[in-house]
């Protein structure tokens, strides 16, 4: 069951190894092509060229040297080094910011294809694509389907659309004025 699935988990555990070593953690025998190519998949490839020691760079005790988001990258490239058939991702873009974020569900959506595919998210951005919603309040299900039928429905799910949206259009005042000065 492990072999089948692979988890893109919230906080992500790394190796004070370096980076080629902690994403071909995902596959036994992964060699640097698969690496490499997980690598960029996973758009981890500006910071690895930017690493005097690219891929050997060392990440510190649990990835200390590393952002959240690059940890969480580096969790999904070694997920997709893996190549499992079901996908776990609890949260597995919460620490990007908006345009990795983009970048990485583009990948996501992608590898999906073909596999099973749970997804774990307070943002709801990462799941509008998704096949079936299953809106969760304190615990107990309480509404399902796609996005669409959800913001007709105009119920939690389509209030929690709403009050993102206007989260997302004042972080961009707040960009757009930063980038007035």
């Known amino acids: 069951m492990r072999a089948a699935i ?44 930017r690493l005097p020691d690219h891929y050997e760079t060392m990440v510190g005790e649990r990835g200390l040297k590393l952002s959240g988001g690059e940890k969480q990258r580096v969790a999904i490239a070694r ?8 996908l776990l991702l609890d949260e597995a873009t919460s620490a990007l910011d908006t345009r990795t974020e983009q970048e990485i569900l583009g990948t996501l959506k992608r590898i999906a ?46 209030e929690m659309w709403a009050r993102q949206a206007i989260e997302r259009r004042d972080d961009d005042v707040v960009i757009d004025a930063e980038a007035a000065e």
Request: aromatic share 4%; net charge negative.
């Open 6 to 49: 692979g988890i893109v988990p919230q906080d992500t555990v790394l190796f004070n190894e370096s980076l080629a070593y902690n994403i071909g953690y995902g596959a036994e025998g992964a060699d640097q092509a698969m690496i490499e190519q997980a690598a960029r998949d996973a758009a981890l490839t500006p910071l690895i060229e």
């Open 79 to 86: 997920t997709l080094v893996k190549n499992p058939p079901i």
């Open 113 to 158: 294809e073909g596999r099973t595919t749970i997804a774990i998210a307070h943002r709801l951005s990462t799941i509008a694509d998704a096949d079936n919603i299953l809106v969760l309040d304190q615990g107990r299900l309480v509404e399902s389907g796609d996005h669409a039928a959800l913001i007709k429905r105009g119920g939690l799910y389509a």
